[in-house]
C-alpha cells in the first residue's frame, strides 16, 4: 500500500531532541538488533538511510568507525544532528528514491523505520540496492502497526475510541506481517529473511509518556497537534485510563534483510 495519502502531513521538521523523546528511546534499542540482522562487521562501508537524529548511524559508527558509515536524510534538522553527533561521518541531506552515490558503493545499506514512510517504498529499495555491492546486504525494520504493537499502537488505541475510522498507520507499507519481505522482492532483492525485533521503554509519569506526543513529530504527533483542545484533553483521559500513571511500552518491529 503506498502512504502518499498522508505524506503531506507528516512532519520530521522539528528538534532533534523531540525526536529523541518521541522514538530515540526505541530506536537506539533497535539498532543493534537492524545491524546484527544485516551481519554489520569491521571492514565494511555500510549507508544509513533516512538516519534521523542517528541511533542507527552511532551504532554503525562502533562497528565500522566514522569512516566507514555514511548516511541520508530528507530533513535538515536531522542532517545537521546526525553531522554534529558523529565528526567524520559523511551525512547527505537526501530521501531514500535519489541517493546521491553511484551504483555498488557499500557493502551494507539500511534503513531503520524509514521505509513505510517512503513516498514509493519499492523504488526506495531499489535505490538501496542499487548502491549495494553485488552480494551485499540491505536491511530494514517497519514498526508493526497491523498488529498493534508499534511504539505508539496504544495512543492510536485511544484515538479510535475519538475516530474509529482515523489514520492509524496500520496500512503503511510493511506494517503486517509479511508485507515488508514482499516489498524486499519487488524491489528485486535476493535470499530474503524475515523476523522480529523488539524494544520496551519504561515510563516514570504518564506525562512522560504522552508529553512528546505534543511536539507534532510523525503522523501520530500530527494527530495530536490538529485536534482541538477539548479533543485532546478527551484523548489524553482515555490514553490514561488505559495505561495508568506509570507504564511500560513493548514495542515490535518487522524485520528484513536480503542479499543485493
Known amino acids: 500500500m503506498n502512504p502518499l495519502p498522508y505524506i503531506a502531513w507528516v512532519s520530521f521538521d522539528v528538534p532533534a531532541d523531540a525526536y529523541d523523546r518521541f522514538m530515540g528511546r526505541y530506536s ?83 534503513a531503520q523505520l524509514v521505509v513505510h514512510f517512503m513516498p514509493d517504498p519499492i523504488a526506495g529499495l531499489s535505490e538501496m540496492k542499487r548502491v549495494t555491492k553485488s552480494g551485499g546486504v540491505v536491511a530494514a525494520c517497519v514498526w508493526d502497526f497491523g498488529g498493534d504493537r508499534a511504539a505508539v499502537s496504544p495512543l492510536w488505541q485511544a484515538a479510535r475510541q475519538l475516530d474509529q475510522n482515523v489514520d492509524d498507520e496500520s496500512d503503511y507499507p510493511g506494517t503486517r506481517a509479511g508485507h515488508l519481505g514482499d516489498l524486499f522482492r519487488a524491489a528485486g532483492l535476493r535470499d530474503i529473511k524475515e523476523t ?33 483542545p477539548e479533543q485532546k484533553d478527551r484523548l489524553r483521559d482515555i490514553a490514561r485510563s488505559q495505561l495508568g500513571e506509570t507504564l511500560t511500552i513493548v514495542a515490535t518491529a518487522w524485520a528484513a534483510r536480503g542479499a543485493a
Do not use: H, M, N
Request: with cysteine; net charge negative; aromatic share 10%.
Open 28 to 110: 537506539i534499542q533497535l539498532s543493534p538488533q537492524l545491524a546484527d540482522l544485516a551481519e554489520v562487521a569491521p571492514g565494511q562501508t555500510a549507508l544509513d538511510v533516512g538516519c534521523g537524529p542517528g541511533a542507527l548511524t552511532g551504532e554503525l559508527v562502533q562497528r565500522l568507525g566514522a569512516s566507514g558509515v555514511l548516511a541520508v536524510d530528507p530533513s535538515k534538522p536531522f542532517v545537521e544532528t546526525a553531522r554534529s553527533r558523529f565528526p567524520g561521518v559523511v551525512v547527505e541531506q537526501a530521501s531514500a528514491d535519489s541517493l546521491p552515490f553511484e551504483d555498488q558503493v557499500f557493502d551494507r545499506t539500511l
Open 196 to 228: 522480529e525485533l523488539a524494544a520496551s521503554v519504561s515510563y516514570s509519569t504518564f506525562e512522560d509518556w504522552w508529553e512528546p506526543f505534543t511536539f507534532g513529530v510523525g503522523p501520530s504527533g500530527a494527530y495530536v497537534s490538529k485536534l482541538d
